[in-house]
């Protein structure tokens, strides 16, 4: 074997070597990296629930509600507010803020509030939601317009769903979502958590 061969073979073997590691990186070592990432930017239990949606916006939580998780990561944060108990009645309120490269106009705003929101296991889609008016609720001294939309989802169940932009404590684009079942909505929490947005 020709010195040449052995220099040629050393390097294939070595840039061989290079793609073995870097295979394993990507489905050993990136994955683990990822994963820590995200369980930090994950906001589990009231308290860390409550310390990001104060970073959202001030509020007063409605009676008988408390901050479920959040998720906090690159500038986007996300806040959900439910029910106490297992009952299943009332609704589920999401805020969200956006970074400003995210932050765009409404419908696009929509868009990826429900593509976070399917990612926690919440799927608004398949369904055949119709927009069927709108509220008007004053938050910090401005008329502020939530869409309605009602239908039902892909397991048959009569849902409604409210939408309306805000605009967050350090002046950033925001959204909450407002979601829950026809027959156990329950508007006094809505009016209630809406009107004490500040």
Do not use: H
């Not at 589990?44 to 998780?69: H, K, M, N, T």
Request: aromatic share 6%.
């Amino acid at each position: 074997m020709s010195r040449t061969t052995k220099i040629v073979l050393g390097i294939l073997g070595g840039v061989a070597l290079i793609c073995c590691l870097g295979v394993a990186a990507f489905f050993y070592i990136v994955p683990a990296v990822v994963e820590r990432s995200l369980s930090g930017a994950l906001a589990e239990g009231p308290e860390q629930a409550a310390g990001v949606a104060a970073e959202i916006v001030d509020y007063e939580l409605p009676s008988g509600y408390r901050e479920a998780g959040g998720l906090s990561m690159m500038g986007l944060r996300m806040v959900m507010i439910e029910p106490e108990g297992d009952s299943g009645d009332g609704v589920m309120i999401m805020m969200m803020s956006f970074p400003a490269a995210l932050a765009g106009d409404e419908a696009q705003m929509r868009e990826q509030m429900e593509s976070m929101v399917a990612e926690q296991g919440i799927d608004m889609e398949g369904g055949d939601l119709q927009e069927f008016g709108a509220e008007i609720y004053v938050i910090n001294g401005q008329e502020t317009t939530f869409t309605l939309f009602e239908g039902t989802d892909e397991s048959g169940s009569r849902v409604r769903q409210m939408f309306g932009p805000i605009v967050t404590r350090d002046g950033g684009a925001g959204m909450i979502m407002i979601v829950g079942n026809v027959e156990s909505w329950d508007q006094e929490a809505v009016d209630s958590f809406l009107r004490s947005l500040r």
